[in-house]
């Protein structure tokens, strides 16, 4: 079993930044892939970023692309998001995943392993 622990989230200003990290413990292996996505109220959980297990291979949502960075410390067993120039609409819970398999990191069934969410609200 693996255990995920998201942190970082918060209130910030339109245009400001935040990172997020998600901590993994229990049965961990640098070769998963690891994901965030997000949701928002009355939305579905949508992908925003993933991460190779080795970290050489990125994937981000379009809106994502440019503001967010994805990251991955596998000595310390923890992933991070860094986000820049946040919008009000990327307001949401933000969730960090792990799935055992590289396939089709974009989709929500794909992963194993989901953390509890951290909150992210970007005031205008």
């Known amino acids: 079993q693996v255990q995920l622990v998201e942190s970082g989230g918060g209130l910030v200003q339109a245009g400001g930044s935040l990172r997020l990290s998600c901590a993994a413990s229990g049965r961990t292996s640098s070769n998963y892939v690891m994901g965030w996505f997000r949701q928002a109220p009355g939305k579905e959980r949508e992908f925003v970023a993933a991460?190779?297990?080795?970290?050489?291979?990125?994937y981000y949502q379009n809106s994502a692309k440019g503001r967010f960075t994805i990251s991955r410390d596998n000595a310390k067993n923890t992933v991070y998001l860094q986000m820049n120039s946040l919008k009000p609409e990327d307001t949401a819970v933000y969730y960090c995943a792990a799935a055992r398999s590289g396939n089709s990191a974009a989709y929500k069934s794909s992963y194993d392993y989901w953390g509890q969410g951290t909150q992210v609200t970007v005031s205008s």
């Open positions: 991460i190779s297990g080795g970290g050489g291979t990125t």
